[in-house]
T-cell receptor, first 116, second 109 residues
Framework: DTEVTQTPKHLVMGMTNKKSLKCEQH?????MYWYKQKAKKPPELMFV???????INESVPSRFSPECPNSSLLNLHLHALQPEDSALYLC???????????????FGPGTRLTVT | LAKTTQPISMDSYEGQEVNITCSHN???????ITWYQQFPSQGPRFIIQ???TKVTNEVASLFIPADRKSSTLSLPRVSLSDTAVYYC??????????FGPGTRLSVLP
């Protein structure tokens, strides 16, 4: 199974709502990532978890809160978002963060988020 | 991080071979080169990865000259379904992916 799943596929939320994005992989990967992608732009790295610990936070605003409950799951909790946060949120996983053999990243299909 | 430069867009016709060149003048000794493909509203998908010379798999070839300052992704006999954005990335141990703007390939009938 080389699949990364993400739920929901689409999400519309108001600026005062709290919601969560979920990501799951069963490939035994120990590194998981959140990316944000605006229309016609490349993906931008937000967070990296390595062995269930947050290793990279690319200066992401605190209204985005990541969580890694176990090695297969990754959540992104959303609170008080702004309309400019509307984007495609991609989750990815790889064997390990920082090792050349584990650098192939497997991406999920993304969650299309719209903030109204 | 080595910065990459690719053409913004390319057009091709079905059945042709497509070559997309990526420049990475500041590539370091430990850096690898990897290419990803992305269709609209989907996550990027790994295509191929290499260090030097030539790498071939079932979907593409990657040519890297001796100086490693550039690399060329070769897609044989493209079809309409190869219309996508193609990203060239350079990475090494301890670094994470930094996606450049990519090349938007349009395959025409």
């Amino acid at each position: 199974d080389t699949e990364v799943t993400q739920t929901p596929k689409h999400l519309v939320m108001g600026m005062t709502n709290k919601k969560s994005l979920k990501c799951e992989q069963h490939m035994g990967h120990r590194a998981m990532y959140w990316y944000k992608q605006k229309a016609k732009k490349p993906p931008e790295l937000m967070f990296v978890y390595s062995y269930e610990k947050l290793s990279i936070n690319e200066s992401v605003p605190s209204r985005f809160s990541p969580e890694c409950p176990n090695s297969s799951l990754l959540n992104l909790h959303l609170h008080a978002l702004q309309p400019e946060d509307s984007a495609l949120y991609l989750c990815a996983s790889s064997q390990a963060s920082g090792g050349q053999d584990g650098y192939e990243q497997y991406f999920g299909p993304g969650t299309r988020l719209t903030v109204t | 991080l080595a910065k990459t430069t690719q053409p913004i867009s390319m057009d091709s016709y079905e059945g042709q071979e497509v070559n997309i060149t990526c420049s990475h003048n500041n590539i370091a000794t430990n850096d690898y080169i990897t290419w990803y493909q992305q269709f609209p509203s989907q996550g990027p998908r790994f295509i191929i990865q290499g260090y030097k010379t030539k790498v071939t798999n079932e979907v593409a070839s990657l040519f890297i000259p001796a100086d490693r300052k550039s690399s060329t992704l070769s897609l044989p006999r493209v079809s309409l379904s190869d219309t996508a954005v193609y990203y060239c990335l350079v990475f090494s141990y301890g670094q994470n992916f930094v996606f450049g703007p990519g090349t938007r390939l349009s395959v025409l009938p």
